[in-house]
């Protein structure tokens, strides 16, 4: 731990040291071309059939327990010899493409070399994306391989996006990892109130060894969207659907009602969805039913550079508040079963059904707000925002603060402290962590 805050103390130091000097030369470069003649024609540059582009993350997390809560025990049913949680990643995004004639490659990867003192130096790498596109002409596209599908006008949710990965909640604009596709884009621009009409075919095949996160073992999944710009707004229609996963249909939309002030909702039905709820003694039964979701949301750009987004998410799926105490009343029987008798069965069924229950936007209803303000008192390159998001059923929630300063070009600093609120029963009240710190310097190149 102690040498790896050093190298992330050394970058810190170093390459804001290191760039500006660069830049230096570059000024000066700069002003002795002010003293040439420069009266000639610039040739044309071809473009490049290839680009790259990386960046390198090293960050410090830090969580506090909340030794009191419900999933703290059913996590740590001994308890631990400390209060807080620290880990330092060093992470490494990498992305590029190679162009010949109609034929496009497209890669982007990611690897973690992390350390905690609970597993040491742990790696962990992935092809985010990696797929093959043949690019007919503009209005015609084929892509095969791992993509993302980046469906849906939600900013922290999108329940109409059937083909992706949830996005983290923490952070929704980090970068996820896409699905083994074959996907095609076909579009055509007219005249009149329909300027544009596009539809996207998706084929997703499914087994054991080949998008093995969905629901089914093996299993072929169709599905698409339809879009539509049409009256400045985005409309687009999707659907899904396979022989052993749960048909399911939605729609979006997205409309400027002024240049700095925007609309967005979505709408998703998850047919004869099976949701599993236990009871207070870790029974678990099947409720089947059409999970509807949806979500409307704004995004408002002040004069004075503040970005408001807000958003309200119904999530079809979720449990209610009388579910969720019952699991963790659970939870709480069996700590109290382990501490008087030794026995685990009572707590080892709760976190058998803590995969259902255990996961973000676990319950029904829930706002977002994040409000960001571009250099506030003329702080050049200086962005602080805070991030807050609330449970109406239970009546908890979390509330994050953020400052990221970009001093000079490609270099980030971030510093992000979140604390979950709530009481006792609630979703962020029992959460194992009550805080979040994280302090991460990016470089990109």
């Known amino acids: 731990?102690?040498?790896?805050?050093?190298?992330?103390?050394?970058?810190?130091?170093?390459?804001?040291?290191?760039?500006?000097?660069?830049?230096?030369?570059?000024?000066e470069d700069s002003d002795s071309f002010d003293t040439e003649v420069t009266d000639f024609d610039?040739?044309?540059?071809?473009?490049?059939?290839?680009?790259?582009?990386?960046?390198l993350e090293v960050s410090e997390n830090i969580k506090g327990y909340d030794n009191d809560s419900l999933l703290f025990y059913q996590k740590f049913p001994d308890g631990t010899d400390k209060d807080t949680f620290f880990q330092t990643d060093f992470n490494l995004k990498a992305e590029g493409d190679y162009t010949y004639d109609i034929v496009k490659l497209y890669t982007r990867l990611n690897g973690t070399l992390y350390y905690n003192e609970d597993e040491h130096w742990e790696t962990d790498f992935k092809a985010e994306e990696a797929y093959v596109s043949f690019q007919q002409s503009p209005a015609f596209s084929l892509d095969i391989g791992k993509k993302v599908f980046k469906w849906g006008k939600g900013y922290a949710w999108n329940p109409t996006a059937f083909?992706?990965?949830?996005?983290?909640?923490?952070?929704p604009d980090a970068t996820l990892e896409g699905f083994y596709a074959v996907s095609s884009d076909m579009i055509k621009s007219m005249d009149g109130p329909l300027k544009t009409i596009a539809f996207t075919p998706v084929i997703m095949p499914v087994s054991d060894h080949l998008n093995d996160d969905w629901e089914?073992?093996?299993?072929?999944?169709?599905?698409?969207?339809?879009?539509?710009?049409?009256?400045?707004?985005?409309?687009?229609?999707?659907?899904?659907?396979?022989s052993e996963v749960p048909d399911r249909f939605g729609l979006d939309f997205s409309k400027n009602i002024f240049p700095n002030f925007e609309i967005h909702g979505e709408a998703a039905i998850v047919k004869d969805y099976v949701k599993y709820i236990t009871d207070r003694q870790g029974n678990l039964t099947e409720k089947k039913y059409n999970a509807i979701s949806y979500l409307f949301g704004i995004r408002y750009l002040s004069s004075m550079d503040t970005t408001t987004i807000f958003e309200y998410y119904r999530n079809g799926k979720g449990y209610t508040s009388d579910e969720f105490e019952d699991y963790f009343s659970l939870i709480e029987t069996g700590y109290s079963q382990y501490h008087n008798s030794g026995q685990m069965n009572v707590l080892m069924k709760s976190r058998l059904h803590g995969k259902y229950y255990n996961r973000q936007t676990a319950m029904k209803d829930y706002l977002y707000l994040k409000v960001s303000q571009k250099e506030p008192f003329d702080i050049l390159y200086f962005t602080p925002s805070v991030t807050a998001i609330y449970n109406i059923?239970?009546?908890s929630g979390s509330i994050a603060s953020q400052i990221t300063y970009t001093p000079i070009t490609n270099l980030e600093f971030?510093?992000?402290?979140?604390?979950?609120?709530?009481?006792?029963?609630?979703?962020?009240?029992?959460?194992?962590?009550?805080?979040?710190?994280?302090?991460?310097?990016?470089?990109?190149?």
């Open 216 to 242: 089914s073992e093996t299993d072929v999944i169709f599905g698409g969207k339809i879009y539509f710009f049409t009256c400045d707004t985005d409309i687009d229609f999707m659907f899904l659907y396979g």
């Open 393 to 395: 059923n239970d009546k």
């Open 163 to 171: 083909f992706s990965r949830p996005k983290n909640l923490e952070d």
């Open 1 to 27: 731990m102690i040498h790896a805050l050093r190298y992330v103390f050394l970058i810190v130091i170093f390459i804001p040291v290191l760039l500006p000097v660069c830049g230096s030369a570059q000024e």
């Open 414 to 445: 971030d510093l992000k402290a979140t604390f979950l609120l709530g009481s006792k029963y609630t979703e962020y009240g029992e959460k194992v962590n009550d805080y979040n710190i994280t302090a991460s310097v990016k470089y990109y190149f």
């Open 42 to 55: 610039i040739p044309e540059v071809d473009k490049k059939p290839y680009s790259f582009s990386a960046e």
